[in-house]
């Protein structure tokens, strides 16, 4: 923009007429975003104008004066007339002022100016003007000023809410960063008093959080960085706070009073303790700071925290743990500091993911943002109590004692993976806490067997990949052979008479008669050459098995063109060879055999059974018609399995029956168990040096367990 315009611009704003000022702020507001715009804005003398109207104007013109007020800050201008005054002023308006368009941009400049030490490019001359320093005093004057920002999170308006989260951002950044060790945890402590977690949490889980994203993303950001400040600090009962802390979880947990016993001279006139007074709360002795080396003042709040909120059910549990022995007690200050070490790794405390999740947010899709918001993290203090009542209840439901501690808390470790992990963005804390209390143990083993295989595939994988393709072919040839092997040797096979087309339809006669069909019994044998089908009936089924010659049928393979059976792929386990489907002999599971014959217009070319066909009468698939050579009616599923695999496999097709699915795979997982028999301990790279059991005591009747027998 021209000088000449700017100047007008700037003449305009000293006007007498509110309604030329309105006009001429509210033509600058789209103007002083740019930095070439602004300095020749300065250089007009626009700026003490436009201070002027921040200070006294109302109305319109006092909202487009704040925005461009905003605007100049935020381009890193205009600084040199940020005073007190200016501060006060605009402290004013967020407590007093009920205009949405005045609030928005009165937070902008509050968000401006406590963000400065952070964001200019220029070092300032006053260090206390700017940042929560330069807001203590306005905030001394009107010290309902937290309480209305945090208020104005549940606002309809979705700008005003984004800048009041930015402003309080904003503080909680300076203050973490730049207040004093014994000042900011107070500052967020009055926070979390007036509900801001609570708003912001219900801010991420609700539908407007494409427009709230980056304030929710910095707020989340900010919580963790709270958290690993919190755990950073060591604990040290010389410090006040942190000595009644602890004490304050010793006197909740209703400690037994020792009889008074006069005091002698050697005990240096100090008054005797309990000698478990720590260890009987689940500490390792009787000096518990150390104990809190790993989890810092974190693990200590969170203790504390819980003996707070469950006072009843902790001293419950520590007089039912008071007739158990030391083994068999839950060690529940461990417990607690544990589940506190597992929330910060599941949450990746230490990594601050936020400009990461800004490149995400790029992507604008439902997906990815769903994925980067983690409400959970707001609700620490429920899903830390859940977590140890978790620890608790695994701890009586698996019999554990103390050597077994690293074993629960590697099973909390899993649930907390699973529950809050696996939870959706809009999930409430209620079902979640409900399903941690409600987890299943036997689920549990499930989930850590599923995780310490992915463990392995994770670093063996391509090595056991190539074993694993190496064993699944061995398998499936080994299962072949067997599956042949059983074809050749035969099987009875029911066999009823159905009814022919030429006997005409089915009659009432024939349903209600008492009689069943005459049944006969089918034998079926593939040759040694396992290339033809041979199969007879007879009347009875004879306790020896017929040989090839009385079988008089047969079938070429060579024309067999398919199999199909109603056998289900999912049948039940493996049962026995001489289980059957059901008690009647009858049996409603069947395997065809199709095949290619000649039309009946075509003359046969040999004297061979009209279902079997060599190789030289073949004709063109354009003469043949597919037809079913043969129908098994096999009586239990194994034998099932065993004709219907077997006819595909030498058929070179794959098995489809889950028995052999479920045989293929336990072949060749004992492949692989005994392939690693082979790997010798001093073999893995890396591995420790380990005494190797020896054979002392041993007599030769020592063997491998294998089968867990």
């Known amino acids: 923009m021209e000088g000449v315009e700017v100047s007008t ?191 912001v949490y219900g801010l991420m889980q609700g539908t407007a959080l494409q427009d709230l994203a980056h304030p929710l993303l910095e707020f989340q950001a900010l919580t963790k960085v709270l958290l690993r400040k919190w755990r950073d600090v060591p604990v040290e009962l010389d410090k006040p706070e942190h000595r009644r802390a602890l004490k304050g979880i010793h006197l909740a947990s209703n400690p037994e009073k020792l009889p008074e016993q006069p005091e002698s001279e050697e005990d240096g006139g100090k008054k005797k303790h309990n000698p478990e007074k720590w260890r009987r709360l689940g500490f390792e002795s009787e000096s518990p700071a150390w104990e809190f080396e790993d989890a810092g003042f974190l693990g200590m709040m969170d203790l504390a925290d819980f003996v707070r909120k469950h006072e009843d059910s902790f001293q419950k549990l520590l007089l039912e743990q008071s007739n158990q022995s030391v083994e068999e007690r839950c060690p529940i200050a461990r417990a607690s500091l544990s589940v506190t070490s597992i929330l910060y790794e599941h949450f990746e405390i230490d990594k601050s993911d936020l400009e990461d999740s800004k490149g995400y947010l790029a992507l604008d899709s439902r997906a990815s943002i769903d994925r980067i918001f983690r409400p959970m993290i707001l609700q620490w203090s429920k899903l830390h109590t859940a977590g140890l009542q978790a620890f608790l209840r695994l701890w009586k439901s698996t019999g554990a004692e103390t050597a077994d501690f690293s074993k629960v808390a590697e099973l909390v470790r899993i649930l907390l993976e699973a529950v809050v992990g696996g939870a959706s963005r809009t999930k409430e804390i209620q079902e979640i806490e409900e399903e941690l209390a409600n987890f299943e143990y036997q689920r549990l083993r499930e989930l850590q067997m599923e995780i310490l295989e992915l463990t392995y595939e994770d670093t063996w994988g391509h090595h056991l990949r190539q074993v694993r393709d190496e064993l699944n072919h061995e398998a499936l040839q080994f299962i072949k052979e067997q599956r042949i092997r059983c074809l050749l040797s035969g099987a009875w096979f029911p066999n009823t008479a159905p009814f ?186 890396g591995a420790e040096e380990r005494e190797m059991p020896g054979r002392e005591g041993v007599d030769e009747e020592y063997y491998y367990d294998v089968f867990g027998a």
């Open 9 to 199: 611009l700037v003449e305009r704003l000293g006007s007498d007429e509110d309604a030329v000022r309105k006009m001429a702020v509210f033509k600058l507001q789209s103007s002083i975003g740019d930095p070439s715009f602004a300095d020749v804005f300065i250089a007009e003398g626009g700026l003490t104008k436009l201070r002027y109207l921040t200070l006294n104007a109302t109305g319109n013109t006092l909202a487009y004066s704040l925005t461009s007020f905003s605007r100049l800050l935020e381009v890193d201008k205009g600084w040199e007339f940020v005073n007190q005054e200016l501060v006060k002023r605009v402290v004013e308006l967020v407590v007093t002022h009920p205009l949405v368009n005045i609030l928005r941009g009165a937070m902008s400049i509050l968000v401006a100016v406590v963000s400065h030490p952070h964001t200019s490019t220029t070092r300032t001359t006053q260090p206390h003007a700017f940042g929560f320093r330069a807001l203590r005093p306005a905030i001394a004057e009107y010290p309902q000023f937290l309480e209305m920002l945090v208020s104005r999170l549940s606002s309809a308006d979705h700008a005003l809410c984004t800048n009041a989260l930015q402003l309080i951002n904003s503080l909680m950044r300076d203050a973490i960063t730049n207040g004093a060790d014994h000042e900011w945890p107070k500052f967020i402590k009055r926070l979390q008093d007036l509900g801001v977690i609570r708003a």
């Open 500 to 685: 022919k087309p030429e006997t005409g339809p089915v009659t009432k006669d024939d349903i209600n008669r008492v009689a069943p069909p005459p049944l006969t019994y089918r034998f079926v044998r593939l040759s040694h050459n396992r290339r033809w089908l041979h199969y007879a009936d007879f009347p009875t089924k004879g306790s020896n098995e017929p040989s090839l010659e009385e079988l008089r049928e047969k079938i070429d393979l060579t024309t067999v063109s398919s199999v199909v059976s109603n056998v289900s792929a999912s049948s039940s386990s493996i049962t026995s060879s001489t289980s059957t489907l059901t008690p009647s002999p009858l049996s409603t599971t069947r395997i065809t055999i199709h095949g290619h014959v000649l039309p009946p217009s075509s003359p046969p070319t040999s004297s061979t059974h009209t279902h079997s066909h060599s190789k030289s009468s073949s004709h063109s698939h354009g003469h043949r018609k597919e037809v079913p050579l043969l129908t098994l009616h096999p009586p239990s599923h194994t034998l099932a399995s065993e004709w219907l695999d077997g006819l595909l496999m030498l058929l070179n097709q794959q098995p489809i029956t889950a028995e052999t699915t479920k045989l293929l795979k336990i072949v060749a997982g004992y492949g692989l168990k005994i392939r690693l028999l082979n790997v010798r301990f001093e073999e893995l790279g």
